[in-house]
Nanobody
Framework: QVQLKESGGGSVQPGSSLTLSCAAS????????IAWFRQAPGKDREGVSC????????DYDDSVKGRFTMSRDNAKMTVYLQMNSLKLGDRGLYYC?????????????????????WGQGTQVNVSS
């Protein structure tokens, strides 16, 4: 099994950038496909991006395409989410999650129910 811990959240103005990190421990990161999710108050948890163990690129929700970039460094046991041009709608608690497998079906890769391990989340606030 793997343990996950997010960091890097904060309060920023619209148009700003933030980089989130997800540090893994307990097992090698390359055993898991990883995803980022976010949840705003009163809303369901929604998928942001997902990435297979040895992928060079990620899949993204349409709401963040062109603005967010997910990457992973398996040797460093860390996953990243570079967020640019942040909007008010990007606010929420951001989670990373791990799937027990190296490859995840892209048709379900952004669905929370698919994932097996979760971090505690890091808060991102965007306001003017």
């Amino acid at each position: 099994q793997v343990q996950l811990k997010e960091s890097g959240g904060g309060s920023v103005q619209p148009g700003s950038s933030l980089t989130l990190s997800c540090a893994a421990s307990g097992e090698t990161l390359d055993a898991y496909a990883i995803a980022w999710f976010r949840q705003a108050p009163g809303k369901d948890r929604e998928g942001v991006s997902c990435m297979n163990s040895f992928a060079s690129s990620a899949d993204y929700d349409d709401s963040v395409k062109g603005r967010f970039t997910m990457s992973r460094d398996n040797a460093k046991m860390t996953v990243y989410l570079q967020m640019n041009s942040l909007k008010l709608g990007d606010r929420g608690l951001y989670y990373c999650a791990a799937f027990r497998g190296q490859i995840i079906d892209p048709r379900v890769g952004l669905k929370p129910s698919v994932y097996d391990y979760w971090g505690q989340g890091t808060q991102v606030n965007v306001s003017s």
